[in-house]
């Protein structure tokens, strides 16, 4: 039986952080009740691309869970909200911080109702301090967080992550917040409230940056592939595309150069040393390309794994998706999007348990409210 | 009282994926006994950037742990080990997958003389598959994950995204997979083992490329600081740097138009809509800029806040240390290194919750083995 089985989230949320979060807790074994606006729903429904009519990228998130429309001002739709709510074990919301509270559902408000209840919310810069109404993207708290000042080619403009992890990794911390209250409340008998900001998220994953800002007082910069204080670590051109090449200390780098046929002594004094490595990197890549760029990146990778050294090809997604170890993890999975019959790939799920069973597909997502009826017959239940 | 107070896990990993769960867990309220190699410790007590001679990076990622340090083969330390497993509720690894069978701490071994015992692994490919050992580096997984083929310049080589994401959202997966086996074990009295892969969880947070990639056959590729497919929605340059300019939708675009006085007609077909603007980016970006070169970045967020359009200045690390809301949610938040007196900051907790005290500093990172006595006394009481 799955960890979370029997736990219901009734998930408010629309777009990504909040649908990322509830999509993590039902592939862990909870039942997810998406609550939507009529009419339009969630508004990751027009999202590109679409199969079939459908928006991938919608289904992607939302595969599996169940969907009803609400009207949160309206009399009839409030008296089910409420009826679902003391049924839940898990509310989640990504409203502007206050909204809640005028809809009549702030914590406070539900605590005293359903003291069990967890609240779970996420917000782009949380539910307190002087900034906490203001409307961000990921793309905001990617800027504003720091991580684009670190993400780029050495001298160029800021780029951004290409995934969209202002978003996602709000969305993770959201789960393990909502996780824990779970667990403690065994304990207890009581829900919590978890209150989880994008922009905190951001300095969150960012350990290395900040303690090179604040250990030396210089902000660190952007140095493309390249890692900023080991050489060589970076990627490399082969003659068909990008590969890893990652020697962390002087014994591997004599290693590497044995194993690429590297025209060059590893106890030259401009490379003996990480650090004189590091001051050379740039004549560094050039000897390694004049080598690398003679073969396709598998002819490498194939000498650099049966040296035991680390590496990889740069992979595009396409080739992602056919990655035979990823396959064999169950990590891409065949989605139905829609009554067409046409089927799309999606993320499996990451966290492999003994007490939870592996799937093979992800289910359909849901239409806009087809689940009302459903929905309604369990809660006469 | 914190959710997990009461709880111990066992850390037996170094560097980053495996400390940076643990630190999570800590977060939340467990006490964390990190097990290191007699002599050298942790690798990363040797990594800069150093504070009175110790790892800043060190300290961020293992304040407030205990340590002690354990020669897994000698027969005294393995019983001091024995005894510690048989307290701990979770005991978390990152070696090579048959490693902790060689050792005799395999989870079979384990759940068997500890059945409430929560295993947790992550590694680089994964317990499973045909490439189950090879060794992984963040920007192995980067790279083979796919994420460096979307972050970069539009006709430039991939980049590395800064934050370390191939070892911190594997931690982060990590730390779900234990939280949901410690509430299911006070249901089912039974442990569990997780499994996390560094190169599966890279694909668990690109929905949005898988979708591309999948539902259209084709990869996407790289678009700088670009939406690959909104418009407006990058970064622009003001006289002192950059910041973000994101318009949704048509209104949006018109709202800006008017907010930033840009020099042209929102209903100019080249512009009127996301399409024609995705069409004419590179046009619309000089326009844009030619107005915002004007003046600095602080200027035009307070035009664009006054209007309620979310934006941001691209704030390098140092800012990102001094962002009043970051300091207002207690994300920056100081720590001792040592017995020297010296601090630096590192990130406060990104989970807020109402059953968890917000703490205003983090303690000292332990010496090797310092906590042997107070470990071996615990153990006996």
Redesign the interface.
Known sequence: ?A??SGITVLDLTHV?AGP?CSH?LQD??AKVIKVERPGTGDDTRAF????NGAS??F???NAGKQSIALDLKAPTDRDILDRLLARADVVLENYRPGVMERLGYG?EALHARHPRLIYGAVS????????AG????D???Q???????????EG??????????GD???G??????V??????R???G?G??????M???Q?????????????????????????P?ITP???Y?AADG???I?A?NDAMFAHLCKTLALPLNPADPRFATNAARCDNHALLKRLIEAVTLEHPAAHWIARM?AA??????????????R????L??A??LPVLPDAGGTT?????????????PEIDHRRPAPGLDADRKAILDWLTR
Request: no cysteine.
């Open positions: 039986m960890p979370l990504l990322y993590t862990l074994g590109p691309p679409f199969v991938a990228y289904a992607t998130l914590w782009g810069f949380g539910h307190t301090g002087p900034e203001k409307p961000a993207y793309m905001v708290v800027a504003r967080g720091g991580v684009m000042s670190i993400t780029g080619e160029g403009p800021p780029v951004r992550v290409g995934a969209s992890i996602i990794v709000a993770m911390f959201l789960a393990q917040g996780l824990a209250a779970l667990y403690d065994e304990r207890t009581e919590a409230k978890v209150d989880v900001a922009l905190d998220s300095l969150a994953i960012q350990e290395h940056a900040i303690a090179l800002a604040s250990a030396t007082g210089v902000a660190p910069g952007r140095t493309g592939a390249r890692h204080t670590f970076s990627t051109r990008f590969f890893v990652a962390g794994e035991g050294l680390p590496t990889a090809r740069v992979q595009d997604m396409a080739e992602v998706l990655d035979p170890q990823l064999a993890r990590m891409v799309f790939t999606a993320p499996g799920n990451p966290i492999k348990m003994s007490s939870l």
